[in-house]
């Protein structure tokens, strides 16, 4: 990992083989995304009902800021809007709708100095999201909705792009959490007992990577990433929305990011919808990456926040 692409000319193709190498894209503002952005606010400021979000938090108990954003989070992925406009942007930064399956688009919220840390306001400890069951082909695609600094981003560790972490990953099964753990993160609002995969040994963040955009830039990057939520300390909350892709033809080749320290059971695929017809991906890919063992009583997968 050496390079972050700046609103790079090269095609999907080729920005997908960077990233699998560990690089890093960063594409600026568009009309597609500003609108996404655009969407996002109107939804969060109409829950805040004439409450700034960005500083809402002084006005009101955690359970009430809780009791706003629980509902918020699958508002914003069920909304038809929000499905168009993502559909609009995968178009714009050149995406094979037929070949990128997209997963729900999730709405996030870091309040500043600690306020909310846990269950819909988690802050995420340094990890890749390929310890949670994401295939070597994820991509991840992040937006800022208001206006980031430094100290309300998220961070990158680049050195362990190629060096193994000692996790929790072995502990990890896929199905399981998605049966008991997730649906319950809105009542974890003082502290999260959700298990999750975790380093196990002591890490150097630094020197770490935080890109700042304006609200509607894009930052892309693998799966296999090392990244973390910087505490938030800007006395603002920071809103972002996040969504993930994986490609077919990649998953059917095989071609992704390298595996050097995941070992968790079960796989995220089925989650992806097609982007031209929302259509799942078809079994006989699923079953190159899944394990058929880890499953978990009857495998049913909703959207969920
Ligand atoms: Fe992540």
Redesign the pocket.
């Known amino acids: 990992m050496n390079t972050v692409y700046f609103e790079p000319t090269f095609d999907d193709e080729a920005r997908r083989e960077r990233l699998y190498n560990g690089q890093l894209v960063v594409l600026a503002p568009r009309p597609a995304s500003l609108a996404l952005v655009e969407h996002a606010r109107t939804m969060i400021e109409e829950a805040f009902d004439g409450v700034d979000p960005l500083v809402a938090q002084y006005e009101m108990p955690v359970e009430r800021y809780v009791e706003i954003c629980a509902p918020l989070k699958p508002a914003f992925i069920h909304n038809d809007r929000t499905k168009e406009l993502l559909r609009d942007l995968m178009t714009d930064v050149q995406a094979d709708l037929e070949q990128t399956y997209i997963d729900v688009p999730r709405l996030r919220m870091v309040t500043s100095h600690g306020y909310l840390t846990s269950g819909v306001g988690y802050a ?1 400890h340094p ?1 890749r ?1 390929v310890w949670y069951s994401a295939p070597f082909q994820q991509l ?1 695609w992040w937006l800022p909705i208001y206006e980031i600094e430094s100290e309300s981003s998220m961070a990158f560790h680049p050195r362990y792009w190629s060096e193994p972490v000692k996790n929790g990953s072995a502990e990890f099964n896929y199905y399981e959490w998605n049966s008991a753990g997730r649906k319950d993160a809105s009542k974890h609002v003082k502290s999260d007992t959700r298990k999750q995969p975790k380093p196990e040994e002591p890490m150097e963040l630094d020197p770490q990577i935080r890109l700042i955009s304006q609200p509607g830039g894009i930052v892309i990057f693998s799966a296999a990433q090392m ?1 973390s939520t910087v505490p938030n300390t800007t006395g603002r909350a920071r809103y972002s929305i996040d969504f993930r892709t994986v490609n077919s033809a990649d998953l059917e080749s095989g071609r992704g990011a390298p595996n050097i320290d995941t070992a968790c059971v079960g796989t995220s695929l089925r989650d992806f919808a097609r982007g031209t017809d929302a259509s799942q991906l078809p079994e006989e890919i699923v079953a190159l990456y899944d394990d058929p063992e880890a499953h978990v009583g009857e495998l049913v997968f909703q959207p969920t926040a």
């Open positions: 995420h990890h999201d991840n990244h």
